[in-house]
Nanobody
């Protein structure tokens, strides 16, 4: 059973960079037929896709967040990471990592989500 787990600070100050890591267990990120994705949900809003990475290193970003977002392979083999720069209180959200199949275009595994609050 594949499991994804987000980790990182729960509180970030305005103008700083938000950094999160997603650790994948029970499976490998090496097959290149998955998009390893970051998605967030702000209070009172729907899910917002932020971007994704494939094992090959190809990255894809939401146009609205592209200038502030970086997604990369993690420090460990089965990790991938998110960095969001110049955060404001509007970036307060629950951040999820998820796996999407490139063929079916379905999300089949999600992390439980981690709350990140941007506040001074």
């Amino acid at each position: 059973q594949v499991q994804l787990q987000e980790s990182g600070p729960g509180l970030v100050k305005p103008s700083q960079t938000l950094s999160l890591t997603c650790t994948v267990s029970g499976g490998s990120i090496t097959p290149d037929y998955y998009y390893w994705s970051w998605i967030r949900q702000s209070p009172g809003k729907g899910l917002e896709w932020m971007g994704a990475i494939r094992y090959s290193g190809s990255t894809y970003y939401s146009p609205s967040l592209k200038s502030r977002t970086s997604i990369s392979r993690g420090a460990s083999e089965n990790q991938f990471a998110l960095q969001l720069s110049s955060v404001t209180p509007e970036d307060t959200a629950v951040y999820y990592c998820a796996r999407k199949n490139v063929v079916t275009y379905e999300y089949d595994y999600w992390g439980q989500g981690t709350q990140v609050t941007v506040s001074s």
